[in-house]
């Protein structure tokens, strides 16, 4: 297959280097093959015109580049704490980066369209699949595809903020919307929304209505009080997970490269905690990270962040067994 048509759904991310921790850039999606898949989704639905390049789609590549500024050697071949041995722990893991989602300036659906096709395909490989965001309209076409893997799902969601909006300015596909969006996918069966705290697109009816569909809310300050280890323990074990991570849920002191910097989010040990987890409860079929605004980042402060929240992610996948041939 030509090039051109490789590149049909995803493009080469634009600056150098171009991939996650310099693994290999893969476009082409048929017979698509890999254990892990990273995936730039750079743009969400936008509340306003002026919105529709936001400073989070600068973000997948901002990541990219940031995991190779590091001494991207060690972060692969050295002993790492977090884990208990190197990232990939001496085996034969097959990571690739798929790019970034294409867009199209005369139909704008096609970039959550070509998101979910791409995304249909890593899933139905049996790929972990890692999304870079873009803002939290993103995984609303990732958690559709989901659909692929007919599995019952459970639903983890870490943000500053319920997310339960039916729509904002016409538009049901944003940023506001996603966890709503999330719960209308039948096999969406349970939803865990924690990190919860000050003021959101919500309203009282959207609290109502995430208590009404059976959404356990742990706000901030409840995680805070019993800890991450109760939290996990009311997340049943056994399931198929997918984590949608809200950059503005982890507190702004580690990750002020958000918008809606909110006092009092999960601190890294929390953070930490979670990840590995969740990873051994049972199988996280993908994650996302997504709302990071570069421009507000103080001193790469969360893109350090970033890059170990992704690489203890991985990490931990490894070591739960998830590619044991
Ligand atoms: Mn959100």
Request: charge should be negative; charged fraction near 20%.
């Amino acid at each position: 297959m030509g090039d051109d048509m490789a590149e049909e759904l995803t493009e080469t991310p634009l600056k150098t280097p171009r991939t996650f921790l310099n693994f290999p850039l893969i476009n082409d999606f048929d017979d698509f093959c890999a254990d892990i898949a990273i995936l730039g989704v750079p743009f969400g639905r936008a509340y306003s015109v002026d919105g529709m390049a936001n400073d989070q789609s600068l973000a997948p590549d901002h990541i990219r580049s940031w995991s190779t500024l590091t001494e991207i050697e060690m972060t692969l071949n050295n002993y790492d704490f977090d884990l208990g041995g190197t990232l990939l722990d001496g085996k034969d893991i097959n990571v690739v980066d798929c790019g970034n989602v294409k867009s199209s300036l005369v139909n704008p659906n096609e970039h959550y369209d070509s998101a979910e096709q791409v995304a249909r395909k890593i899933f139905a490989a049996n790929s972990v699949l890692i999304i870079l965001g873009g803002d939290h309209g993103v995984p609303i076409p990732i958690m559709k595809a989901l659909g692929v893997l007919d599995k019952e799902i459970t639903l983890i969601h870490i943000d500053a903020h319920l997310d339960w909006r039916d729509e904002i300015n016409g538009e049901k596909n944003g940023y506001s919307s996603v966890i709503r969006r999330a719960s209308e996918l039948s096999f969406i069966k349970n939803i865990h929304q924690i990190g919860m705290r000050g003021i959101g697109s919500a309203k009282t009816k959207e609290v109502n209505d995430a208590i009404a569909h059976g959404c356990t809310i742990t706000t901030a300050y409840q995680l805070h009080d019993i800890g991450m280890d109760e939290v996990l323990n009311s997340i049943p074990d056994g399931g198929t997970y997918y984590l949608t991570i809200d950059a503005d849920g982890i507190d702004p002191t580690i990750m002020p490269a958000v918008l809606a910097q909110t006092p009092g989010g999960l601190n890294w040990v929390q953070l930490h905690k979670l990840i590995h987890g969740l990873v051994n409860k049972g199988r996280v079929v993908g994650m996302d990270l997504v709302e990071i605004t570069p421009s507000c980042d103080v001193g790469n402060i969360s893109m350090i962040h970033a890059e170990r929240l992704l690489c203890n992610f991985i990490g931990a996948t490894v070591r739960a067994g998830y590619y044991n041939k």
